[in-house]
Nanobody, 126 residues
Framework: EVQLVESGGGLVQAGGSLRLSCAVS????????IGWFRQAPGKEREREGV??????????KYGDSVKGRFTISSDSDKNTVYIQINNLKPEDTAVYYC?????????????????WGQGTQVTISS
């Protein structure tokens, strides 16, 4: 059974930092692309991911709104993908989901991803 489990969310003041983790099991980690997506309160999940990383060759992509503040990384020994978020803003408040895809898509978008975690809540206070 494929499982993706997010952790690391919480309540943080604006300007602070968080590191979210996505622990993956049930698939061959090195063969997959892992993406992070978010869903703000009262909105649909964003089609464009905040970031994606290929465990095949290490390629990364970032959404325009998070470039320079978000850093994605992958640890194949732990089958875990991390996303470091710095200089948090109130508009970063959302449930953050990680997802797995067998392909490296032209864009980091939801349609490429077939396996999803349950999400972790990130709330930024101003």
């Amino acid at each position: 059974e494929v499982q993706l489990v997010e952790s690391g969310g919480g309540l943080v003041q604006a300007g602070g930092s968080l590191r979210l983790s996505c622990a993956v099991s049930g698939l061959t980690f090195r063969d997959y692309t892992i993406g992070w997506f978010r869903q703000a309160p009262g909105k649909e999940r964003e089609r464009e991911g905040v970031s994606c990383i290929s465990n095949v060759d290490g390629r990364t992509k970032y959404g325009d709104s998070v470039k320079g503040r978000f850093t994605i990384s992958s640890d194949s020994d732990k089958n875990t993908v991390y996303i470091q978020i710095n200089n948090l803003k109130p508009e970063d408040t959302a449930v953050y989901y990680c997802a797995a895809a067998t392909v490296w898509g032209r864009r980091c978008q939801t349609e490429y991803f077939g396996f999803w975690g349950q999400g972790t809540q990130v709330t930024i206070s101003s």
